[in-house]
């Protein structure tokens, strides 16, 4: 008879590991060479002790994912940022400006080219979509 295991913590490895006492995260069957890939650069015992590297890596993967979606969030920010300094010099605030041209039935492509703002040339100014 099997002792009773613990009850499943959220991993992002959903398999659970093979010893039956394990205290630490349940992990998915991922091999070693698969887990020392991804901790490369990492430090300390992180990159060479795989129990320690295990975790370090699914942290890292937690920390992607999310990152992934704030990345998004930061770019929306800066373009609405840039988009109210370039209007307000024409006395117009940012709020106005969309709503004019929602009103106009204008779209405008936040990044023409998939270049950033920053390097678009000052004589295209914004980009607009018809």
């Given at each position: 008879?099997?002792?009773?295991?613990?009850p499943a913590r959220f991993s992002l490895f959903t398999q659970?590991?093979?010893?039956?006492?394990?205290?630490?995260?349940?992990?998915?069957?991922?091999?070693?060479?698969?887990?020392?890939?991804?901790?490369?650069?990492?430090?300390?015992?992180?990159?060479?002790?795989?129990?320690?590297a295990r975790e370090r890596v699914e942290k890292a993967l937690q920390y992607s994912y999310r990152?992934?979606?704030?990345?998004?969030?930061?770019?929306?920010?800066?373009?609405?940022?840039?988009?109210?300094?370039?209007?307000?010099?024409?006395?117009?605030?940012?709020?106005?400006?969309?709503?004019?041209?929602?009103?106009?039935?204008?779209?405008?492509?936040?990044?023409?080219?998939?270049?950033?703002?920053?390097?678009?040339?000052?004589?295209?100014?914004?980009?607009?979509?018809?």
């Amino acid at each position: 008879m099997q002792p009773a295991r613990r009850p499943a913590r959220f991993s992002l490895f959903t398999q659970p590991s093979p010893c039956a006492y394990s205290y630490r995260v349940e992990y998915r069957d991922m091999n070693k060479k698969e887990v020392f890939k991804l901790a490369k650069g990492f430090r300390g015992r992180a990159k060479n002790c795989i129990r320690i590297a295990r975790e370090r890596v699914e942290k890292a993967l937690q920390y992607s994912y999310r990152d992934r979606r704030n990345k998004k969030r930061d770019m929306r920010s800066l373009w609405i940022e840039r988009i109210n300094a370039g209007t307000r010099v024409h006395g117009v605030n940012y709020g106005n400006f969309m709503h004019g041209l929602i009103k106009e039935n204008i779209q405008i492509n936040p990044f023409p080219g998939n270049r950033p703002l920053s390097t678009t040339p000052k004589k295209e100014g914004l980009a607009i979509l018809v």
